[in-house]
């Protein structure tokens, strides 16, 4: 249970472009999911909190504008990274906390999208 | 003051050994408290979910918690090759607010 998966597993594009990644939660219906960014050998860094129905908060120098979050229902949430440049070329990994039951003050996490920005 | 604190290693072990990893914590109104493994290039896999003090056992995996010193860790019995990772430690209050370890990274050597 609480199978969380990411689309696109990997991605690259030209500068310029905007990138959309789609987080679902399988088997549980999602109150908060969660956008993170981690570089090579380095911590998760959060950088927005979704809620259904709700505008995402952005943690302290996430540029809005810049990466779209999308909470459109219980089990998808999307990021969007608009006009992609090279220093946004990241590991992107979403997260999701349940609803309901056990685990609802834990966070389940998706595989990760690697995204490569030319 | 950091909230929580986790020594990032790296932490290299023989196979058969057993593994301590730990971190300590600041704000005692943490309550859930977490164990992920992070193989390289993949999300984070919930290894271990506690609630406040006292241990929870699973398979090979040992999590303690104690609320007292501010003080949680994670046990490796008989480590495998297959256990090298990043180890992050997670906790959380009430209300979805979470705050991750920076991570430790093991390697265990066949």
């Known amino acids: 249970g609480a199978v969380v998966s990411q689309h696109p597993s990997w991605v690259i594009c030209k500068s310029g472009t905007s990138v959309k990644i789609e987080c679902r939660s399988l088997d549980f219906q999602a109150t908060t999911m969660f956008w993170y960014r981690q570089f090579p050998k380095q911590s998760l860094m959060l950088m927005a909190t979704s809620n259904e129905g709700s505008k995402a908060t952005y943690e302290q120098g996430v540029e809005k504008d810049k990466f779209l979050i999308n909470h459109a229902s219980l089990t998808l949430s999307t990021l969007t990274v608009t006009s992609a440049h090279p220093e946004d070329s990241s590991f992107y990994i979403c997260?999701?906390?349940?609803?309901?039951?056990?685990?609802?003050?834990?966070?389940?996490f998706g595989p990760g999208t690697r995204l490569t920005v030319l | 003051q950091k909230e929580v604190e986790q020594d990032p290693g790296p932490l290299s072990v023989p196979e058969g050994a057993i593994v301590s990893l730990n971190c300590t914590y600041s704000n005692s109104a943490f309550q859930y408290f977490m164990w992920y493994r992070q193989y390289s290039r993949k999300g984070p896999e919930l290894l271990m979910y506690t609630y406040s003090s006292g241990n929870k056992e699973d398979g090979r995996f040992t999590a303690q918690v104690d609320k007292s010193s501010k003080y949680i860790s994670l046990f490796i019995r008989d480590s495998q090759p297959s256990d090298s990772a990043t180890y992050l430690c997670a906790m959380s209050v009430p209300g979805n607010q979470f705050y991750f370890g920076t991570g430790t990274s093991l390697t265990v050597i066949p």
């Open positions: 997260s999701a906390s349940p609803q309901t039951g056990v685990g609802t003050d834990t966070q389940y």
